[in-house]
């Protein structure tokens, strides 16, 4: 079983269109998939069209990971399930901050999944917390969206630093370039520059689109309304680059 | 752990989607996700070996993918292991490409061939149960299915009707819930391609076909009796084969339509004393007449399943000379074969049958000495003497006693088998499988010594004076390897009498079948 998780410092970069479309492909290749949505705003359990628990159960995540087996849903996909969101997610930080160990937590809990599943998806919430960093030891891969902009290239260094600094490997960050506009001259710009500081940028990237954007009006992965379209093209490649590195 | 509960229904109408979403009410929302059609075929050899492992074997190929057949081996309605992209329907365990499915092919079916036994026409519609949401909470499956047999004359079509509920993880009450509201169209609890229902649907029974095992005795009937009908129960199952023999399906048919004579005629020669003189020596002589003229080909058939054995002995260089021996054998096969069809549907076979069934059927008239002797007084000494026979015998063996004695001694070892065989319903089931299994240790050895020198004769006698030298030389090649084989064979066999006659089996043997204790 391998754990990809797909994060950003910043919000709006495409996580969560990453991690659904990307633990859909992994599904239709035929991993046994599992996507739990970490971020409290539930937006990929949403794409999904699963309601959250309704009881409030984010204080026993990290306690064992059979409260994990209870929340897990099928997705109406084969081989991918879900585990949705809920607002006491929020909390996530705090609860971490009152265990011991708070860093393996997680990778702990989901450890537990192994029999069942070929590959953990989370979508992650955009801050650098406990639960970042609990992610970080967790996930084999760090998959990191990145917007050729002047602000976003500013974030991934900064992550790269931190990862420096706390001692994490830098060898589990994936990057890519998301929501990408090629006919602006930034976009191409930064794009060249980074792909020369940080060599191993993946070769896909995920253009602007609205097809992705059409995503929250569908409630579906691009590839079940948009099929022959760049923006899944992009995905399913993507996929492909990632399940090479896995 | 995703325990989910499935619900399989038979119901007596196919009911359509206006229907089901009414009595499931407005709360979920009925889509139709797709309809497939696909033919099923339910395969097993013509002895039920996969039906009596307890699993079923389905062939599937859907309407629109005609060469993309899948074949799945199913125990209690859970696959065990399938194959997909099937372009035909297997026959042999070799035709199902290299993996598991092949490997439980092999162990189950040996040399024998599948066969259709059932068709089974399936239209599938499948119908999602979403919320308000649209998502997806279970799904509705409703199978028509039109069942025909493809044994026998009877090919009547049977139809009945499948409702499946299958939930989605995470949402068992929601399908508990539908299936409360669906429960009334139940008829009663079913699964998908359970063998058995199908069977029986379609009256098809294969117990019914198979001999009993072990065959049924009561103790206490007069020898005589139970020998006339034994006989005829193997001479009846043997008969089963005739018409694969003929059609050719696979080699099986021809062996067990053998294994059954012999066994039958070994039983006249075994208890000869319950049965008038003259009527065993006919009996017994008919029963040989049957047999021999099947001599030929079960040879040829023995040589050419070889083949694979055969060639991984050979080097290259005489690999061409063997492939035409083969060659040769089958063609000579063919010729071989259809003689034996002709003499299998000819009047004076059909005379013969005829003839000792009912000279079987005749009521016993007790004028033999063993003939009016419960079977049990019989049954015990007949096998305590035969095994020590087989002691006797095998502590004169050395390693310098002529092969005969070593022949002699393994026909013995037959004896004994079709003896524990035979009277295996007259003694506890786990004694018998203890002599048996004890038993087949020293038969495999002695029947390897056997074949390796059936071998090298029979190879032997296709030599002649036009025989090409490349064919000579794979011959004379095969013949040596052969003969070292024997050698090996023959070195095992004293190992294997000394633990056969040892101290703890002969007690063994003893305190099961002396002669002065009666049992069950």
Known sequence: MKVLAIYSMKGGVGKTAASVNLAYWAAASGLKTLLIDLDPQGASSFYFRVKPAKKDWGQRFFKTYENLLKQIRASDYENLDIIPAHLSFRNFDVVLHNLQKRNKRLKKVLQGMRKEYDLIVLDCPPSLGNLSEAVFTAADHLLVPVIPTTLSERTFNQLLAFFAREGYSQEKILAFFSMVQSQKNMHKGIQDTMRQAWPDFLTSSIPFSVDVENMGEYRAPVDQFAHNKPANAAYQSLWQEVHRRL | ?520
């Open chain 2, 1 to 520: 752990m995703n325990n989910v509960k499935e619900y399989c229904w038979l119901i007596s109408q196919q009911p359509g989607k206006k229907r089901l979403q009414t009595l499931i009410g407005p709360a979920l929302r009925l889509t139709e996700e797709g309809r497939w059609e696909t033919s099923i075929h339910l395969l097993d050899d013509f002895d039920w070996h996969i039906y009596r492992s307890g699993q079923s074997l389905i062939h599937s190929v859907a309407d629109d993918a005609p060469d993309q057949g899948r074949c799945v081996l199913i125990k209690s309605d859970k696959p065990v292991c399938e194959q997909d992209n099937l372009s035909i329907q297997p026959v042999f365990w070799h035709d199902v490409p290299s993996g598991k499915l092949q490997q439980s092919l092999k162990k189950l079916l040996g040399y024998s061939g599948l066969i259709r036994v059932l068709q089974i026409d399936e239209q599938r519609t499948v119908l999602a149960c979403r919320d308000e949401e649209q998502k997806i909470l279970l799904r509705l499956e409703v199978i028509k299915q039109t069942v025909s047999s493809h044994l026998g004359t009877d090919t009547t079509p049977y139809d009945r009707v499948l409702l499946r509920i299958l939930p989605l993880r995470g949402y068992h009450k929601e399908a508990t819930q539908v299936a409360e509201s669906l429960r009334r169209l139940r008829h009663k609890e079913a699964e998908s391609l359970n063998t058995g229902e199908l069977l029986a649907l379609c009256k098809i029974d294969p117990e019914a076909e198979l001999l009993p095992n072990p065959l049924p005795l009561d103790p206490q009937e007069h020898t005589e009796s139970a020998l006339r009908a034994a006989t005829r129960l193997l001479l009846k199952q043997a008969r089963r084969y005739e018409a694969g023999i003929i059609a050719d399906t696979d080699t099986e048919y021809l062996h067990q339509y053998r294994v059954n004579v012999r066994r039958a005629r070994s039983l006249l020669s075994l208890l000869k004393q319950a049965l008038p003189d003259q009527e065993g020596r006919e009996l017994r002589q008919r029963l040989a007449n049957m047999v021999r003229p099947t001599n030929a080909l079960r040879d040829m058939d023995v040589f050419l399943l070889q083949r694979s054995f055969y060639g991984g002995l050979l080097p290259q260089p005489f690999q061409s000379g063997l492939e035409m021996l083969f060659r040769e054998t089958e063609q000579q096969r063919q010729q071989v074969q259809q003689e034996l069809a002709v003499y299998l549907v000819s009047e004076d076979y059909q005379h013969d049958c005829l003839w000792l069934d009912a000279q079987l059927k005749k009521p016993a008239d007790f004028a033999a000495p063993l003939a009016p002797v419960p079977l049990h007084q019989v049954a015990s000494s007949k096998i305590f003497k035969t095994y020590k026979r087989i002691c006797k015998l095998g502590s004169a063996i050395t390693e310098t006693t002529p092969d005969e004695q070593v022949h002699d001694l393994r026909l013995d070892c037959k004896k004994l088998r079709y003896l524990l065989d035979f009277f295996a319903a007259l003694y506890p089931q786990e004694q018998i499988s203890r002599h048996t299994k004890a038993l087949k240790v020293l038969q495999t050895i002695l029947g390897d010594f056997n074949d390796y020198a059936v071998q090298q004769e029979s190879l032997l006698g296709q030599v002649t004076a036009q025989t090409p030298p490349d064919q000579a030389a794979a011959i004379h090649g095969l013949v040596a390897l052969l003969y070292q084989k024997q050698l090996v064979a023959r070195s095992q066999v004293m190992q294997a009498l000394e633990t056969f006659a040892s101290d703890a089996l002969r007690a063994d043997f003893k305190a099961a079948y002396s002669p002065r204790k009666d049992r069950k």
